[in-house]
């Protein structure tokens, strides 16, 4: 359990605190000028239904039953069953902490100021995070247009319906409300549709899936340099010179990393039947990866934007005493980033799936046909391709663009839609399968760099190295492939950089 106390403002919020508040359960503290803004936009909405005003989700209904007039004596009810009738969710469920990054977002929403909901919701939203109060939550159902579809279950768990975790441990809602001391809401005017109108889930998946990306490329750019010895490739594509001419921030920082790693590895000495240039998935590994970085640099500027910034309908400006409707609840400015950094992602398993077919091919390495230790009695990494090559057909699929796939919806008033729940879902996907894909990969580097004799490794690849025997050993005999894969990964995922 960390100690480390997030202070929310409204303005400030960043992908890494998301990130701890979601895995190292970080806890929040709302700030006193945040507050004061949920409680002037609070004041709006009850002086503009005094003044008769029409007020969407205060006293109309929403989406298409936006002419239905909502009486103040229902609003208990009304917004009851707008959590109800909303939760339209289904599996698999979220994570805890993906749960946990939904609830810091939307709660960090509110205290935009523009929400107007209750305060006693935004405590709960303080509360929950901190007294570890989750609830359980559908992954799929939003089209990303406001996740309505999915953070209903927290609302519904505010008012002690539905199922939580307290302490991880799974119960009731009103059981979970109980052991932390809180009693079930009495929801007011806009508290439901203020709880359900935020494309928080979305932004919270796309916050981890940035963090994700940006671990995964660390970690892959090691095992890229050992494949580079075991290739007894070429270090040109790395020379600072070559690629500040180019221009390109990511490129130019991807090669010095890779250089770095390699500081001191046999590749800088000339070495006999070197060839003058490696194949394009390796000569060319710092230009793929860079503009993925590069990509990520995009997406970060547009999610921070997202993190901090109101996407209510409608929006309370209490500066100006008035509400206005607006289409701030349309994510497409990062959602498309996302959809870039994907196709990258795509790219880059091209690349490594290349290297890996490259790798086992004595044409390039000189060495034995799949790296085998003893040609005619041990297959090796004969049969692997196929592995390979499924996932990276699932990484061309997982990076279509789905922003562009909704139906029209409510009557027609909502026609558009982004999708943003699934772009970023389909994101950490690939991310994944390029885990076990970079795994194929570290397997086959650590066999060429043995059936080279060790030579002299890099500052980098050298502990990399030894710390990967450790988990799996020489192949000097064919043995079941499938849990090599699987200790590899789990290496992978775990390995500190």
């Known amino acids: 359990m960390s100690e480390k106390t997030i202070l929310l403002t409204g303005k400030d919020l960043t992908i890494k605190q998301v990130g701890e508040i979601a895995y190292e359960n970080a806890k929040v503290e709302i700030s006193k000028e945040a507050m004061e803004r949920v409680l002037a936009a609070r004041e709006l909405i009850f002086e503009l239904d005094k003044r008769g005003v029409a007020v969407y989700g205060l006293n109309t209904g929403v989406g298409w039953n936006k002419d239905k007039v909502v009486y103040a004596d229902r609003y208990d009810a009304y917004n009851k069953n707008l959590l109800r009738s909303h939760m339209i969710g289904v599996g698999p469920e979220c994570t805890i902490p993906e749960v946990r990054a939904v ?35 559908k992954s799929r159902g939003s089209v990303g247009e406001a996740d309505i579809a999915t953070l209903t279950a927290i609302g519904l768990t505010a008012i002690g319906e539905g199922e939580a975790y307290y302490q991880e441990e799974r119960m009731e809602s009103k059981r979970a409300l109980e052991l932390a001391g809180l009693k079930p809401l009495k929801m007011g005017p806009k508290d439901g549709l203020g709880i359900a109108s935020s494309n928080a889930q979305g932004a919270a998946f796309a916050a981890l899936a940035v963090q994700e990306a940006e671990v995964f490329i660390q970690r892959y750019r090691r095992v890229f340099c050992l494949a580079l010895e075991g290739m007894n490739g070429v270090l040109d594509p790395m020379d600072e010179s070559v690629n500040k001419a180019r221009g390109y921030k990511g490129q130019a920082q991807s090669a010095k990393a890779c250089k770095e790693l390699l500081k001191g590895s046999y590749l800088e000495k000339p070495w006999e039947g070197r060839a003058l240039q490696d194949p394009l998935s390796f000569r060319c590994q710092s230009a793929i990866t860079g503009s993925v970085m590069d990509a990520l640099e995009y997406l970060k500027t547009q999610l921070e934007v997202e993190l901090n910034a109101t996407d209510d309908n409608p929006c309370l400006l209490p500066e100006e005493d008035r509400m206005c409707g607006s289409p701030n609840f349309e994510p497409l400015s990062w959602v498309l980033a996302v959809e870039m950094v994907s ?6 398993s091209k690349m490594i799936a290349q290297q890996i077919l490259r ?16 040609e005619g009695s041990v297959i090796a990494y004969g049969t692997i391709q196929k592995t390979v090559s499924v996932l990276d057909a699932e990484n061309r699929m997982y990076a279509n663009p789905v922003s562009l796939d909704f139906l029209s919806m409510a009557g027609h008033i909502e026609d ?8 970023a ?41 030894t710390a990967y025997r450790e988990v799996v050993p020489f192949l000097d005999n064919d043995r079941n492939m499938s849990e090599d894969i699987q200790k590899t990964y789990d290496f992978l995922k775990g390995y500190e950089v």
């Open 359 to 374: 790798i086992g091919d004595p044409g390039f390495t000189k060495l034995n046909r799949f790296l085998t230790p003893m």
């Open 103 to 137: 609830m810091a977002i939307r709660l960090n929403g509110f205290l935009c100021g523009n929400t107007g909901v209750d305060k006693e919701i935004v405590n709960y939203y303080e509360k929950f995070l901190n007294f570890g109060i989750t609830p359980v939550m």
């Open 425 to 465: 879902m389909n994101m950490r996907k690939i991310i994944d399968n390029l885990y076990y894909m970079t795994s194929i990969c570290l397997m086959h580097a650590a066999q060429a760099v043995d059936l080279r004799d060790h030579p002299s490794l890099g500052a980098g690849t050298e502990a990399f190295y």
């Open 343 to 348: 196709i990258g992602l795509g790219h880059m």
């Open 416 to 423: 558009t839609a982004s999708n943003a729940p699934m772009a």
